[in-house]
């Protein structure tokens, strides 16, 4: 499981979920979804999309509540 930003527009929100991707808060002012999760089975649907988003993603050991 990865956990991150992505950068998009909010009116990506429904493509970024359709891809398996767990959106957190968006930041109007940085056009960026906060504390993303994102599975592997996510993170190789969302690689074809490297260019329309951009996204700092870290790996993590474990989710709980707090990540969500």
């Known amino acids: 499981m990865l956990k991150g930003c992505i950068i998009a527009n ?3 929100k429904e493509l970024l979920e ?3 991707v767990i959106v957190g808060a968006y930041n109007d002012s940085t056009k ?3 504390n993303c999760l994102v599975s592997d ?11 329309t988003f ?10 709980n509540s707090e990540f969500i």
């Open 10 to 12: 909010i009116e990506e």
């Open 54 to 63: 951009w996204w700092s993603l870290e790996q993590i050991d474990e989710v």
């Open 41 to 51: 089975e996510a993170m190789d649907k969302l690689d074809d999309h490297w260019g």
């Open 18 to 20: 359709s891809l398996g």
């Open 32 to 34: 960026e979804f906060q």
